[in-house]
């Protein structure tokens, strides 16, 4: 069966800091791969997404970029984070687009 | 306006009742459909699909009107455990990928 890992689960940054967020999926091939970012309250933001090794496509400007150097591993990163970066982090795979996206337990980061 | 759009509620819903929740789409390319429940500081997790033609599983039941670009979701004899925020969830093709576009959620909470 697929799992999906996202680790850590919670990180305290201070401002300025980099960032590096770790996802990896096993079970499965050349799955999409989706990094969200969710603000308290709020629904899901969709960050990048990538189709295959070193695709990779950004939804919105902003601080982070992301990386797919192997088929089932998504990295979330940022050179300096800004307090606003600050939210819950989920990590996802589907096996095309149009199908449904199951969900790494998630990073709760806190930029102070 | 924003692409998918449920409301908030809170529902606030004793044991045992029936609740309806309601979710509305702007492109019409839309291809797929989705709820998903998420618990207070977890990750999403896929609670149906939605078919045109309507599909059911145990208390819940889901609904889509494509013409009037509608989705709905409705729990029957309401549990304690249903307790949570429900995600409506829409599918759209981006090049070789899908696009999940997710609604803010609407939160559940059934009282004794």
């Known amino acids: 069966s697929q799992t999906i890992h996202q680790w850590p689960a919670t990180l305290v940054q201070p401002v300025g800091s980099p960032l590096s967020l770790e996802c990896t999926v096993e079970g499965t091939s050349n799955p999409n791969l989706y990094w969200y970012r969710q603000a308290a309250g709020r629904g899901l933001q969709l960050l990048f997404y990538?189709?295959?090794?070193?695709?990779i496509s950004s939804e919105v400007p902003q601080n982070l970029s992301a990386s797919r150097p192997q088929d089932r591993q998504f990295i979330l990163s940022s050179k300096k984070l800004l307090l606003s970066d600050s939210g819950f982090y989920l990590c996802a795979w589907s096996v095309n687009g149009n199908t449904e996206a199951f969900f790494g337990q998630g990073t709760r980061l806190t930029v102070v | 306006r924003k692409e998918v759009e449920q409301d908030p509620g809170p529902f606030n819903v004793p044991e045992g009742a029936t609740v309806a929740f309601n979710c509305t789409y702007s492109?019409?390319?839309?291809?797929?459909f989705f709820w998903y429940r998420q618990d207070c500081r977890k990750e999403p997790k896929l609670l149906m699909s939605?078919?045109?033609s309507g599909n059911e599983d145990g208390r819940f039941t889901a609904q889509l009107n494509r013409a009037s670009q509608y989705i709905s979701l409705l729990i029957r004899d309401s549990k304690l455990s249903d307790s949570a925020t429900y995600l409506c969830v829409v599918n759209r093709r981006a090049g070789n990928a899908g696009k999940s576009t997710f609604g803010d959620g609407t939160t559940l909470t059934v009282k004794p």
């Open positions: 492109n019409s390319a839309s291809q797929s």
């Open positions: 939605v078919y045109s």
């Open positions: 990538s189709v295959g090794i070193g695709q």
